[in-house]
Structures are given as C-alpha cells and as structure tokens.
C-alpha cells in the first residue's frame, strides 16, 4: 500500500464549488483498479488550502492506471480548474503508525 | 477530531537515526490527552522527505496541551535536530472520505 500526498491550493472564493466539484469527481478516483481510500481534507489557518490523501495498492495504479486512463480526463475537466498554482503530487510509504 | 499535519524535511543522511529516534518519540505524543492516532510516512521520490499526520480531538490538545507540556520538551530534543529547515503545521478538518 501507498499513499498519494497533494496539497491543493484552490482559487480563493471557489471553495464551495471545489467541494461540490469533488463531491462528483471522487466516484471516478474511486472506482480505479487498486484504489483503497481517500481523504479530503480542508486547512483550519488556510481555508483555500485542501490536502488529498488516497491509499493505493501501487504508485502504478495511480501513476498508470489512472493517471493514462480515460476517467482521468473526467477528473482532470472538474477539478483542475480549481487550482493555482498547479500541486504536486508525491508517493509516501508508511514507516510506523499508531491507533487506528 | 482534526488533522495535524506536517512535511518533515530529515537532513539527507540522518534518516535511519532520525526513524530510531521517531521509534522512541512516538510513545510520547501518543501519550497525550486528546492524541487519537499518527503516521510517519518517508517519501517515495524525495527519500529524505517525511509526513507526519496526527489525529488529535482538536487544535487545542496539540497546541495547548502538548506544546506547551513538559513531554515536548522531551520530544523536541529527540527530533527537531533533524529537520532543516524547521517545518511548518497546520491542522485540517475531513471534508469527505471514501474507505476504510
């Protein structure tokens, strides 16, 4: 398992429509070969800023599968427009955890 | 319940030590009133690049009741040597989530 990090810096005063926006897009992400969970979450000091955070079985499912895949261009046409500038997106591997 | 959520950037080289020292840290901040679960995750193309992502009842048990505790102290010695620069928090709330 993986963990696909961005951070989303979105037009300020579009936050509503972002989340309204995701509300749509994250069915797309979610009905991906080797997609487990997402969160999306929204910054308490920045409110225009969001942090994204799927679990993947693989970088290649993210990376390959649907990042070159025809639902990603669904997702791409709701969401990018939000952003600015444009994030990016990093891979992070667990090294400990604690609680659930 | 709120995100704590942190970019580590490890001094390239001191990253087995900095993950010792994590090991003996973690027992610390989990201690505390109002901790509910951390990750410590190491960046997959950046390898001395870490997230530190701690769930917390609310901002004030991370700010008030750990930062300004006795264990801190502790937990600043073990680790802020290895962060450069010094990295910067900021707390999220869930908009959303898909999965387990």
Same mark, same amino acid.
Do not use: N
């Given at each position: 398992m993986? $963990?696909?990090?961005?951070l989303?810096?979105?037009?300020a005063g579009r936050?509503d429509?972002?989340?309204?926006a ?5 069915g ?5 070969? @080797?997609?487990?969970?997402? =969160? $999306?979450?929204?910054?308490?000091? =920045?409110r ?8 993947w079985? +693989?970088?290649?499912?993210?990376m390959? @599968?649907f ?6 261009? =669904?997702?791409r046409a $709701? $969401?990018?427009?939000f ?9 992070y591997? +667990?090294?400990t955890t604690?609680?659930?």
């Amino acid at each position: 398992m993986i $963990l696909e990090h961005v951070l989303l810096p979105v037009v300020a005063g579009r936050e509503d429509a972002f989340e309204a926006a995701f509300a749509e897009a994250k069915g797309i992400i979610a009905s991906m070969p @080797g997609f487990r969970s997402l =969160r $999306l979450e929204r910054c308490i000091e =920045r409110r225009s800023g969001y942090l994204l955070l799927v679990e993947w079985d +693989t970088v290649e499912d993210h990376m390959v @599968g649907f990042r070159e895949s025809e639902e990603y261009l =669904r997702w791409r046409a $709701l $969401l990018h427009h939000f952003y600015d500038p444009f994030p990016t997106v990093e891979h992070y591997e +667990t090294v400990t955890t604690i609680g659930p």
